[in-house]
């Protein structure tokens, strides 16, 4: 069963931020590898939002970090870029699966 964790650094975030993104990270968790260990966290820094994500997972690491001012677009680039490298970690998985030969 995967795991998630999320933090907010340097602000208090409303239930509806809470469970914005809570919602967002749980779609990303159920496409991550089974096992995995999700951590999340979200920082302001002088009106400026970071947020990275690391999975760990026996299928490798992901690693995604956005900045900007919005915390949806922050999320919205955050998303997209763990999106494609499960994207390619599927292609690589898949290849492998059709190239491996069958032992009887």
Known sequence: MNQLSIQYQNFHPST????????????ILNRAPKG???N???SVDKGAITATLRIMS???EFFAISRGRFLKDVNRRLVNQ????????NQRRHQAETHDPIVA
């Open 40 to 42: 999340a966290v979200y």
């Open 16 to 27: 509806f931020t809470k469970e914005y993104l809570d919602a967002k990270l749980t779609q």
């Open 36 to 38: 995995s260990v999700i």
């Open 82 to 89: 763990i999106g494609r490298q499960f994207q390619r970690w």
């Open 58 to 60: 026996s299928a490798g």
